[in-house]
Protein backbone atom coordinates (compact mmCIF):
# COMPACT_ATOMS: atom_id res chain seq x y z
CA UNK A 1 0.00 0.00 0.00
CA UNK A 2 3.27 2.69 0.86
CA UNK A 3 5.07 1.84 -2.10
CA UNK A 4 1.36 2.17 -4.50
CA UNK A 5 0.70 5.61 -2.29
CA UNK A 6 4.75 6.68 -3.22
CA UNK A 7 4.20 5.48 -6.89
CA UNK A 8 0.98 8.35 -7.25
CA UNK A 9 2.70 10.69 -5.73
CA UNK A 10 5.68 10.38 -8.17
CA UNK A 11 3.50 10.62 -10.72
CA UNK A 12 1.63 13.34 -9.73
CA UNK A 13 4.79 15.22 -8.98
CA UNK A 14 5.91 14.66 -13.13
CA UNK A 15 3.08 15.26 -14.30
CA UNK A 16 2.70 18.57 -12.61
CA UNK A 17 6.62 19.40 -13.42
CA UNK A 18 5.83 18.48 -17.41
CA UNK A 19 2.48 21.17 -17.27
CA UNK A 20 4.66 23.53 -16.02
CA UNK A 21 7.75 23.15 -17.76
CA UNK A 22 6.71 21.53 -21.11
CA UNK A 23 9.11 20.06 -23.39
CA UNK A 24 8.94 21.21 -26.86
CA UNK A 25 11.47 21.09 -29.66
CA UNK A 26 13.02 24.09 -30.93
CA UNK A 27 12.30 24.66 -34.49
CA UNK A 28 15.27 26.33 -36.42
CA UNK A 29 13.74 28.56 -39.76
CA UNK A 30 15.59 30.38 -42.29
CA UNK A 31 14.20 32.65 -45.05
CA UNK A 32 15.02 33.04 -48.23
CA UNK A 33 13.20 35.42 -51.12
CA UNK A 34 13.16 34.95 -54.62
CA UNK A 35 13.04 38.20 -55.45
CA UNK A 36 14.30 40.22 -59.09
CA UNK A 37 15.04 37.18 -60.49
CA UNK A 38 17.68 36.32 -57.58
CA UNK A 39 17.79 34.04 -54.34
CA UNK A 40 18.16 36.42 -51.71
CA UNK A 41 20.44 35.79 -49.38
CA UNK A 42 22.50 33.62 -52.64
CA UNK A 43 24.37 31.85 -49.42
CA UNK A 44 23.51 31.15 -45.96
CA UNK A 45 24.80 28.89 -43.47
CA UNK A 46 22.66 27.15 -41.00
CA UNK A 47 22.39 24.19 -38.38
CA UNK A 48 21.52 20.82 -39.19
CA UNK A 49 17.52 20.12 -38.63
CA UNK A 50 17.18 23.82 -40.10
CA UNK A 51 14.36 24.80 -42.10
CA UNK A 52 14.80 26.87 -45.12
CA UNK A 53 12.07 28.38 -46.46
CA UNK A 54 11.93 30.00 -50.03
CA UNK A 55 9.06 32.73 -50.71
CA UNK A 56 8.31 33.37 -54.52
CA UNK A 57 8.02 37.22 -54.71
CA UNK A 58 8.15 37.53 -58.53
CA UNK A 59 5.39 37.45 -60.99
CA UNK A 60 7.44 34.39 -62.51
CA UNK A 61 7.42 30.98 -61.94
CA UNK A 62 10.43 29.53 -60.29
CA UNK A 63 11.88 26.73 -58.74
CA UNK A 64 14.39 25.62 -55.94
CA UNK A 65 16.23 22.75 -57.34
CA UNK A 66 19.42 20.99 -55.62
CA UNK A 67 22.29 20.08 -58.08
CA UNK A 68 22.66 17.30 -56.98
CA UNK A 69 18.45 16.46 -57.17
CA UNK A 70 18.18 15.83 -53.57
CA UNK A 71 15.19 18.56 -53.64
CA UNK A 72 13.31 20.08 -56.08
CA UNK A 73 10.29 22.30 -55.63
CA UNK A 74 8.30 21.99 -59.06
CA UNK A 75 6.83 25.39 -60.19
CA UNK A 76 6.15 27.53 -57.96
CA UNK A 77 4.26 30.94 -58.26
CA UNK A 78 4.27 34.36 -56.43
CA UNK A 79 3.15 34.29 -53.08
CA UNK A 80 3.78 30.51 -52.75
CA UNK A 81 6.86 29.05 -50.78
CA UNK A 82 8.77 26.33 -50.32
CA UNK A 83 10.29 24.34 -47.61
CA UNK A 84 13.09 21.94 -47.10
CA UNK A 85 14.93 20.65 -43.87
CA UNK A 86 18.31 20.01 -44.25
CA UNK A 87 19.59 16.97 -41.42
CA UNK A 88 22.87 16.25 -43.06
CA UNK A 89 26.30 18.42 -42.56
CA UNK A 90 27.09 19.91 -46.10
CA UNK A 91 27.18 22.21 -49.12
CA UNK A 92 23.96 22.43 -50.90
CA UNK A 93 23.60 24.04 -54.35
CA UNK A 94 20.87 24.58 -56.08
CA UNK A 95 19.11 26.85 -59.35
CA UNK A 96 16.08 27.91 -60.77
CA UNK A 97 15.25 25.15 -63.41
CA UNK A 98 13.53 27.82 -66.07
CA UNK A 99 16.29 30.60 -65.30
CA UNK A 100 19.60 28.79 -64.18
CA UNK A 101 21.34 31.83 -63.78
CA UNK A 102 19.60 32.19 -60.29
CA UNK A 103 22.03 29.80 -57.93
CA UNK A 104 22.47 29.70 -54.08
CA UNK A 105 23.96 27.38 -51.69
CA UNK A 106 22.73 25.99 -48.34
CA UNK A 107 25.76 25.62 -46.23
CA UNK A 108 25.21 22.86 -43.30
CA UNK A 109 27.47 22.87 -40.59
CA UNK A 110 27.20 21.39 -36.91
CA UNK A 111 30.42 23.47 -35.70
CA UNK A 112 30.18 26.51 -33.87
CA UNK A 113 30.87 29.67 -35.65
CA UNK A 114 34.09 31.43 -34.23
CA UNK A 115 33.58 34.18 -31.85
CA UNK A 116 33.77 37.46 -33.92
CA UNK A 117 36.58 39.94 -32.88
CA UNK A 118 35.74 43.47 -31.74
CA UNK A 119 36.07 45.77 -34.39
CA UNK A 120 34.51 48.04 -36.70
CA UNK A 121 32.14 47.39 -39.54
CA UNK A 122 31.68 50.08 -42.24
CA UNK A 123 29.20 49.75 -44.93
CA UNK A 124 30.26 49.74 -48.40
CA UNK A 125 30.33 53.63 -49.63
CA UNK A 126 30.25 55.38 -53.25
CA UNK A 127 32.78 57.70 -54.02
CA UNK A 128 30.98 60.83 -54.86
CA UNK A 129 33.16 64.18 -56.29
CA UNK A 130 36.18 62.32 -54.80
CA UNK A 131 34.89 62.01 -51.53
CA UNK A 132 34.39 59.06 -48.89
CA UNK A 133 31.92 59.35 -46.69
CA UNK A 134 31.61 57.09 -43.71
CA UNK A 135 27.89 56.99 -42.47
CA UNK A 136 27.04 53.74 -40.90
CA UNK A 137 30.27 53.49 -38.43
CA UNK A 138 30.11 50.67 -35.69
CA UNK A 139 32.43 50.54 -33.23
CA UNK A 140 32.82 48.44 -29.74
CA UNK A 141 36.13 50.11 -29.31
CA UNK A 142 38.66 52.80 -29.87
CA UNK A 143 40.72 52.30 -32.95
CA UNK A 144 41.49 53.60 -36.48
CA UNK A 145 39.71 53.86 -39.32
CA UNK A 146 41.89 52.64 -42.36
CA UNK A 147 40.66 53.87 -45.66
CA UNK A 148 42.11 52.26 -48.90
CA UNK A 149 40.97 54.15 -52.14
CA UNK A 150 42.53 52.90 -55.55
Known amino acids: MRSRMLMLEIL?????????CPVQAQ????????RDYTFQPDSITVEPG???????????QHTVTSNEEIFDSGLFGEGETFEYTFEEPGTYEYFC??????TGEVI?????????????VVTDQAIV?????????ISD?????????D
Open 141 to 149: GPGWIDNHA
Open 50 to 60: TTVIWTNYDND
Open 108 to 120: VSDEDPEPAEPGV
Open 27 to 34: LQTEDIEV
Open 129 to 137: NDTLTYEDV
Open 12 to 20: LLLSITLTI
Open 97 to 102: RPHPFM
